[in-house]
């Protein structure tokens, strides 16, 4: 594993590691432009080109087809290829992708088409960017501040959700859905200067096996995990209810509720400043009361928070969604911890095939989820639909009691 000490001595503190701090500045930029894309672009698909849960399911699957499509391939190329150059490359195509967007719509050509087109093409970039995202990190800093370091990256995507949803609802109604994406292609140029400015060399990572010979040894890492394996049944099982929920939501906001884009931008704030809190206390509760029973309390409290959105049909829903949205606090409390003991319990040589095969399984059930969402919408109707995502979701917990709740704390490095 590649160590952050100095040529002289002790490692220097977590907080003066310079390319830490470029890549934490270029993402948070980034993760704010990518709140406004996470509205505006359903937004125009449903208020200026008139699409139905159907087609707002489909425009959400479109976005994460490439994970359980490309996931296995991607993990193979990022621990064979330089993984900064990887995320270079991921967010030029994101950049020019969504700059399309906003183009058509000013000359009038805008369609369902180009969107299912940008939602598919953004989806390439991300499952490469994340995968070699969460296996750089490794790179950059000492296995002792993983936990640290996930911590303030999350607090900080979560820090710029409550900044982004503000601003993409103020944007959608001051330029409108389509013009509001400008603000995320840009973001992604920000976060191209950042990563090409870091200058700290990743280990060095050859290989002599064949291609398809490593993408199964990362399902086997995985599937022979007790533990993991079954932390990815859990994660993949939430996210099936969640984006079940996704692809109505909006609809539901829009027409059911008949919020605001701004409203809605509002509502999102608050999960996402519960999200920050949820970051910054991850590790805290983590050694206060113990791994495994942290990762069972937070996905159980997740989402039962969910079970709030439908109910806002009832009265008041600005504050039945806000309630909900408090949920994300735990969500986040999950997501640190896992990813740290993954991160931990696996050699830094095979945490791209790690991840790849992990984001093949966890947001493979994202497609699913938004076309059984979108389906079910127009089946069953927007309230039921939402239902269904929250009870996927609870049942998620069953997983994690079948072995991780027994996980006491982080392991030593592998």
């Known amino acids: 594993m590649a160590s952050n000490r100095p040529p002289g001595g002790s490692r220097p503190g977590f907080w003066l590691n310079p390319d830490f701090l470029k890549l934490w500045c270029g993402q948070s930029v980034s993760q704010v432009g990518s709140q406004v894309s996470w509205l505006a672009l359903p937004s125009a698909a449903i208020l200026l080109l008139h699409a139905g849960p159907a ?24 621990d064979r290829l330089s993984r900064r150059r990887i995320l270079i490359a991921c967010d030029v195509l994101r950049l020019t992708t969504l700059a399309s ?34 296996s750089y990190l490794p790179d950059l800093i000492d296995h002792a501040d993983l936990v640290a370091g996930n911590s303030r990256l999350q607090s900080t995507a979560s820090a710029a959700g409550v900044v982004g949803p503000a601003l993409a609802g103020l944007l959608i109604q001051l330029v409108g859905p389509a013009r509001a994406v400008a603000a995320d292609a840009a973001s992604y140029a920000v976060s191209v200067l950042t990563l090409l400015s870091i200058r700290r060399p990743e280990q060095a990572r050859t290989s002599q096996r064949a ?51 701004g409203t809605v931008g509002e509502v999102w ?26 990762l069972a309390l937070s996905m159980a409290t997740g989402g039962l928070a969910t079970l ?4 806002a049909t009832l009265a008041v829903p600005l504050v039945f969604l806000a309630l909900a949205g408090l949920g994300q606090a735990a969500f986040t409390v999950y997501n640190v911890n896992q990813l740290s003991y993954r991160q931990s319990v696996v050699p830094v040589e095979l945490q791209g095939r790690l991840n790849a095969t992990v984001r093949t399984v966890v947001w493979g059930t994202l497609p699913l989820g938004s076309a059984l969402g979108g389906l079910a919408g127009a089946r069953i109707g927007l309230v039921p639909t939402l239902y269904l995502g ?14 991780p709740v027994w996980l006491r704390e982080i392991p030593a490095a592998a």
């Open 308 to 311: 709030l959105v439908p109910l």
């Open 55 to 78: 087609q707002v399911g489909l425009l959400g699957a479109l976005q994460f087809l490439a994970f359980p499509a490309l996931g296995l391939f991607a993990g193979v190329w990022v």
């Open 390 to 403: 929250s009870t996927l979701e609870i049942v998620a917990t069953a997983w994690l009691l079948l072995g």
């Open 211 to 261: 291609f398809f010979r490593e993408l199964a040894a990362g399902v086997r890492l995985v599937a022979g995990h007790d533990r993991i394996r079954l932390i990815v049944a859990a994660t993949a099982t939430s996210n099936l209810g969640s984006y079940a929920i996704a692809a109505v939501y909006l609809l539901f906001a829009y027409r059911r509720l008949h919020l605001s884009p």
């Open 269 to 294: 704030t608050i999960g996402s400043a519960a999200a920050v809190a949820g970051a910054v206390l991850a590790s805290r509760l983590a050694r206060w009361l113990g791994l495994g029973p942290v």
């Open 101 to 134: 967007v906003p183009l058509a719509w000013w000359v009038g050509v805008l369609s369902l088409g180009q969107l299912f087109a940008v939602a598919a093409a953004t989806g390439v970039g991300a499952v490469f960017f994340d995968i070699a995202y969460q």
